[in-house]
């Protein structure tokens, strides 16, 4: 996910990327303190195929989702 946002974010106008941490940051900073832990890579993933799980494929699938609807664009 990471890399992802690395590659649609660059280029990008500075100030475009602030308006979309403008709408993010809100969403998440109340629970700052409070967040659940996150989870181990094989928790994630299948290990022996390198595969993600259903469960973090709709984590994943979310966030991006809310990203794109922030307006980033992948």
């Known amino acids: 996910m990471m890399g992802e946002v690395a590659r649609a974010t660059s ?3 500075i100030a475009e990327v ?4 403008g709408k993010l ?3 998440y ?3 700052y303190a409070s967040a659940p832990a996150g989870k ?3 928790e994630c993933y299948d290990v022996k195929t390198i595969t ?9 699938d979310g966030a ?3 990203l794109e609807d922030l ?4």
């Open 11 to 13: 280029g990008m106008d």
């Open 18 to 21: 602030n308006k979309i941490l």
């Open 25 to 27: 940051v809100p969403l």
């Open 29 to 31: 900073e109340k629970n």
């Open 40 to 42: 181990t890579f094989q």
């Open 52 to 60: 993600p799980t259903d469960e973090y494929m709709q984590v994943y």
């Open 64 to 66: 991006r989702k809310k």
């Open 71 to 74: 307006g980033l664009v992948f």
